[in-house]
C-alpha cells in the first residue's frame, strides 16, 4: 500500500512539473520536418515552393474566435489562417508548428478602405498584396 502512495505522488509530481505539453488541433502533422518560417517563406518567394510545416512563436492570436495567429520573424510577422478548428485566445508567446501551404492573397482598395476616415481612404490607391499561410494543422508548445 505504501509503495502505492508513493507511486502516485511521484506520478503527480511529474505531471504538475511537465511543462512540455504540447496540443494538436486539425490534420496530424510530422514536427521533424518543421523549418523556420524565414526558410520557409523564402523557399516560396525564390522558387515556389507551396506546401511546409513551419515553426516559430506565436506574437499575436484571434481574441474573436481563435481562428488565426502570427509568427514572429525578423521584424515581420507571418499570418497563419486556418478555418477548419480554433487555438486557444492565450497561445501568444508559445512555439508553434504548422502544416499547410502559403499563398498570395490580394486585398482591393475598397477593402483597404473599409473604416477608414475619408482622408485616410483617399490615401489609398492601389490593392495590397501580401503572403499568407493556411494551416492544416498545428501544434502549440
Same mark, same amino acid.
Given at each position: 500500500?505504501?509503495?502505492? &502512495?508513493?507511486?502516485? +505522488? ?11 505539453? *504540447? !496540443? #494538436? ?5 510530422? /514536427?521533424?520536418?518543421?523549418? =523556420?518560417?524565414?526558410? #520557409?517563406?523564402? @523557399?516560396?518567394? /525564390? /522558387?515556389?515552393?507551396?506546401? #511546409? ?5 506565436? /506574437? ?9 495567429? !502570427? %509568427?514572429? =520573424?525578423?521584424?515581420? $510577422? ?19 508548428? @504548422? ?10 482598395? *475598397?477593402?483597404?478602405?473599409?473604416? %477608414?476616415?475619408?482622408?485616410? +481612404?483617399?490615401?489609398?490607391? $492601389?490593392p495590397k498584396i501580401s503572403v499568407q499561410f493556411q494551416a492544416?494543422? &498545428?501544434?502549440?508548445?
Amino acid at each position: 500500500m505504501k509503495y502505492l &502512495i508513493y507511486g502516485f +505522488a511521484i506520478a503527480a509530481l511529474w505531471a504538475c512539473g511537465n511543462n512540455s505539453k *504540447e !496540443t #494538436a488541433y486539425g490534420e496530424k502533422l510530422d /514536427s521533424t520536418q518543421a523549418v =523556420h518560417v524565414d526558410e #520557409a517563406l523564402s @523557399a516560396f518567394e /525564390s /522558387s515556389g515552393k507551396k506546401e #511546409a510545416v513551419i515553426k516559430g512563436q506565436i /506574437s499575436q492570436v484571434c481574441t474573436g474566435e481563435g481562428c488565426w495567429y !502570427t %509568427l514572429k =520573424h525578423g521584424d515581420k $510577422e507571418q499570418f497563419v489562417g486556418f478555418d477548419k478548428f480554433t487555438i486557444p485566445k492565450d497561445v501568444t508567446g508559445k512555439f508553434s508548428i @504548422a502544416t499547410g501551404y502559403f499563398y498570395r492573397d490580394t486585398q482591393t482598395v *475598397e477593402q483597404l478602405r473599409e473604416g %477608414l476616415s475619408e482622408t485616410e +481612404a483617399e490615401k489609398i490607391t $492601389e490593392p495590397k498584396i501580401s503572403v499568407q499561410f493556411q494551416a492544416k494543422g &498545428i501544434i502549440v508548445k
